[in-house]
């Protein structure tokens, strides 16, 4: 049982390139989250997913798409990084909805855009 | 919109001492609340959940919070700090509207050996 998996764990880019982050989960959760952590900013929420096929908008989702075909899988992307997109991404998940469940979380992965 | 304050953005003490970090929250209705700890280089980890019943909780490593409904708040307390409790603690609030997770902005507390 792996729990939150997230893949890659570093990574650099150049501005305007693209990546896709894969966060893997096997825990049969219903929602997955995208979070962003910055100095001081703690963490906000990008997209989240309530379902197979469903996404949703978080507090910050300008600059990223994410596709949930699958269950277990939440996958974000960026179409074009910019520096200010550099940061820490974690994933989490949890059973149901936030009040009665708490969140799961991934190991992190750490982007860098040049 | 509901929001979560956490008062304190760095603390440093040395072992032994207590420890209380406060957190406050803005939202009128049914609230659940959380306390996760994240240790340097590592992901968020659940420290203690309050979803209903005593409003002191009991949590892993010796933390305890107390929900003061009337005072908004669930500060998390500890007796006796240890150096490996050096990390960044996140106060988080989940309300009965939405299905998302509102974090505080974090309290990295440093202790000193």
């Known amino acids: 049982n792996a729990g939150v998996t997230q893949t890659p764990k570093f990574r650099v880019l150049k501005t305007g390139q693209s990546m896709t982050l894969l966060c893997a989960q096997d825990?049969?959760?219903?929602?997955m989250y995208w979070y962003r952590q910055d100095p001081g900013m703690g963490l906000r929420l990008i997209h989240y997913s309530v379902g197979e096929g469903t996404t949703a908008k978080g507090e910050v989702p300008d600059g990223y798409n994410v596709s949930r075909l699958k269950k277990q899988n939440f996958l974000l992307g960026l179409e074009s990084a910019a520096p200010s997109q550099t940061s820490v991404y974690f994933c989490?998940?949890?059973?149901?909805?936030?009040?009665?469940?708490?969140?799961?979380f991934g190991p992190g992965t750490r982007l860098t855009v040049l | 919109a509901q929001s979560v304050s956490q008062h304190n953005h760095h603390v440093i003490l040395s072992e032994a001492a207590s420890l209380e970090l406060g957190c406050n929250y803005s939202?009128?209705?049914?609230?659940?609340l959380f306390w996760y700890v994240q240790y340097p280089g590592q992901h968020l980890q659940l420290l203690l959940k309050y979803f209903s019943g005593d409003p002191l909780v009991k949590g892993i490593k010796g933390f305890e919070a107390e929900f003061i409904k009337s005072k908004f708040s669930f500060n998390l307390r500890k007796p006796s700090v240890q150096w490996s409790d050096t990390a960044e603690y996140f106060c988080a609030v989940t309300t009965n509207r939405d299905d998302k997770i509102i974090f505080g902005k974090g309290t990295r507390l440093h202790i000193l050996p």
């Open positions: 825990m049969n959760h219903e929602y």
């Open positions: 939202y009128g209705g049914t609230v659940n």
């Open positions: 989490a998940s949890s059973h149901l909805a936030g009040s009665y469940n708490e969140q799961f």
